[in-house]
């Protein structure tokens, strides 16, 4: 960076998109200034605990992952991998016993959350 703080770019936002598009501008030469109003950068690419009092990091919108185009990973030298999932998406709906989440007590017993609803 030059001594005088002038930015070839400044890019908005630390998520997944500006920080693909502050890489290459950076690859190509240029002097650039990423700002994020958080804490942390990835955007919605970040694991985050999901639901309070539950010891689990999800990806709070992993399906984007499948749109990241190879080029850009061969281009940025990301070392990532990508599973195809069968689902892209899952809603429990407790009403509709299809779509309601089961437990190892659910199998055994029949019941589940859309019993407990119906009273």
Same mark, same amino acid.
């Given at each position: 960076?030059? =001594?005088?703080?002038?930015?070839?770019? #400044? #890019?908005?936002?630390?998520?997944h998109n500006g920080l693909a598009a502050a890489a290459? %501008?950076?690859?190509? =030469?240029? @002097?650039?200034l990423l700002l994020?109003? %958080?804490q942390?950068?990835?955007? !919605?690419?970040?694991?985050?605990?999901?639901f @309070? =009092?539950?010891d689990a990091r999800l990806s709070r919108?992993?399906? %984007?992952?499948s749109l990241l185009p190879q080029q850009i990973i061969d281009e940025l030298g990301l070392r990532v991998r990508l599973a195809r999932r069968r689902y892209s998406s899952y809603t429990p @709906?407790?009403?509709d016993g299809a779509r309601a989440i089961t437990s !190892?007590?659910?199998r055994r017993t029949g019941h589940t959350a859309a019993a407990d609803s119906s009273t």
């Open positions: 960076m030059s =001594g005088n703080n002038a930015f070839d770019a #400044i #890019i908005v936002g630390g998520g290459h %501008l950076a690859r190509a =030469g240029r @002097d650039v994020e109003k %958080l942390h950068v990835g955007g !919605a690419a970040v694991s985050a605990q999901a @309070d =009092g539950v919108y992993s399906y %984007l992952v @709906d407790p009403h !190892a007590r659910t």
